[in-house]
């Protein structure tokens, strides 16, 4: 999914850098009045999670690119669409400039296909299902589900459109081919990611409800009985 | 899970690479990769005087072209799309080997792995010669946005949580009597992500709440900014690397 220096050419890449930017730029103004004490460590556990399971690559052979977790739902979910665009795009930024994943000159297409695009698909998909869905740990798993793996298919579909603008080689009639195949081996690749972002926020919202943004932010405040929280009294 | 450690790919050393200020050498790493991508692919002695310069920096670096070449295979998966290419590709077509093979697709498949690679090397330098800690330093000079810079901070320290974290879970795991081999490793792995999630947010929230105690206000200490910024002379020290490829890429765009 990183795309690497001289895939897409240089005025495409141009143009998308200038389009991440300013998406950037509006989740930093968005995201600093989100991030908080409780917020602040989230955010960074979050992009290190991430970090870690972008590791994990699945070459697809037939495309002749490969593929990993994104991790857009799971950071969308924990700390908002805002602060969770930007947990992605630091990701992609730490990954281009120390270990050459994706090239530096094509961070702009990376960071609008995974940081912006997949993060705001499963965010629109999380802000309509738990409104929809009963608010049990059922509804909450379907939900993040559902959101990683349509996140992770419109970003692997983001790449296939600029690839349609500007790839430095003319694929002619094999452009659709090559949507087919992305967007199958990520539809793959999103059932695995659907399977942990489930998990991990089902088991966190068990836990420290308090610490799911979405379920801060989506649902009208219940309740909440006033137990010591792990972490002590702030 | 202390700051200031080197990451992996560090390389200790006192050269002259190594002691420029870190946002010099982010910069200068960014544009010369720009430079490489902007040069057009038919111009094959470009990429060769690119493969000089980086192989020049290497070498003021001490860092090996053993060690260089071995981390640059990270690339493979990224740049497999260079090998599909000549059969994917459009146009004309050429026979070599009993393959027909599309000769537009050879051009890009080229671009890709020329461009990728020098990129690839261009980033293994700076991560060879600069700690995580210099790297986020040299972003916050270069006005980096806080939020980022802080996010990164965190990040960079909680993969040593999670990592540290995972293998307590492992270990407690065995002692218990499980004992998987290979793949099903990843079974009781999956099983625990959840809590391995908990577990290290809970141990990070306490090293941050820690942080915050101490005076942690979303920036790290002035004492950290070290020696200060760079000077003019560094700049133009680090200048000479964007400037040589820039002029590269201007002649090969000129010349073609």
Redo the contacts between chains.
Sequence with gaps: M??????ID?PV?AIFAAFALAALAFC?LR??AD?D?RL??????V???I??VQML?F????????GHLLGGALAALLVGPW?GA??V???L??Q???????????LGLNITNMAILGTAAAYLLIALLLRVLPRTPAGLAVTAFVSSLVSVVVASQGFVFQYWLGG???????LG??AGTMAFAHLLIGIGEG??TA??V???AK??PD?VYALRALKPAAPVPAVPV???VR | MGAGHG?V?YRESGSPVHRLPPEVK?TA??LF??A???TP?EAYWAFGGYALLVAAVAALARVGPRWLLGR?L??L?????????PF????ERVDVAGLSL?V??L???W??????T???????L??ATTT?RD?ILGLDRLRC?Q??T??????????E???GEARRMRVARVSRGDDPRFLWQLRGF?AG???L??R???R??????AM?SRGYT?RMPAVWQGSGAATAGQWAVAATVPVIAASIAAAALVLQ
Excluded at chain 1, 2 to 7: D, E, F, L, P, T
Excluded at chain 1, 96 to 106: T, Y
Excluded at chain 1, 168 to 174: A, E, M, R, V
Excluded at chain 2, 111 to 116: E, F, P
Aim: glycine content about 14%; aromatic content about 8%; hydrophobic content about 60%.
């Design positions: 990183h795309i690497s220096n001289g895939i240089g890449a930093v995201g600093r991030l004490d602040a460590p989230m955010a960074g556990l992009a290190a999670f970090f870690a690559n070459p697809i052979f037939t495309a002749g690119v490969s602060v930007l947990c795009a630091v990701v930024v730490v281009a400039l120390v270990f050459g994943d994706g090239g530096v000159a094509m430095t080689t003319d694929l002619g009639g094999n081919g090559l399977l942990i998990t991990t089902v088991t966190v836990v420290r610490l792990a972490g002590g | 990451h790919l982010i790493m960014v990769t720009v490489v991508v902007a692919r640059a990270i690339e998966p990224f740049v497999l799309f260079a090998f599909a290419l994917l590709g459009a146009g599309s537009d697709g051009h890009g498949a671009n890709i792995l020329a461009k990728g020098l990129g690839v090397l261009a980033s293994l700076l991560a995580t790297l946005p939020i980022l802080q996010i990164a901070t965190f990040m960079l320290r909680y993969l949580v999670l990592v999956a992500v959840g809590a999630f908990l290290a947010f809970e990070g929230e306490r090293v941050y709440l915050v979303g």
